[in-house]
């Protein structure tokens, strides 16, 4: 091995015809180096992954605690609907056998929506459809009429996530659905054939 100008170690494979060492590998060039453990997960099958175990022993309580974030105090001094909306969800949820197939982040997530969105309808009741221009003055759309679309659009999406397990389940018969279960299951079998 030589040391060239820079202090680098040059193989004697990389010494040119004239016998200055130059060539050689580029900086950047080739595959970039696998690891074991991405290795082995890309050689795994999706039913390996997919399999899970359920632990022995499961001490359950009615309702798990609720996150600070959801009990918080608004900046309008009104309460968060965060807490009821997780509790009846999770009690839902209980009575279908799947409160444990659910993450409790995802209810979370759910909680989180539908108390925004209660928010915005309650911001667009009280202030209007109509809201100033900050610069121009002009009436332009209010932004809570967009918010709460897009909170409709997260609700519709993460209930589509937890409703999706309890039909996995096999546990959604129509025997044992309420008329909102039954409203539902027709708007995302609508949704699934258009």
Known sequence: MRVNFFGFKRGINHMAKDGTARGGPRIGAGGKPQNKKKMELMNTSFDDVADFVAPDEIIGVDVPPIK??????????????????????????????CEKLVSNQVIEQYAM???????????????????????????????????????????????????????????????????????????LNMKREN
């Open 68 to 97: 600070e974030f959801m009990k918080a105090k608004q900046k309008n001094g009104k309460d968060l609907y965060a807490e009821e909306i997780f509790k009846t969800t999770y009690v839902w949820l209980k009575k279908k056998g």
């Open 113 to 187: 929506a539908v108390s925004r969105w209660i928010q915005c309808e309650e911001a667009i009741s009280e202030y209007g459809f109509l809201a100033k221009h900050p610069t121009t003055g002009n009436a332009i759309a209010s932004p809570y009429v967009q918010m709460s679309q897009s909170y409709m659009k997260q609700i519709t999406q993460i209930w589509y996530q937890i409703y999706q397990v309890i039909r996995d389940k096999g546990n959604a018969d129509v025997d044992e659905m309420d008329e909102q279960d039954i409203m539902m299951a027709r708007l």
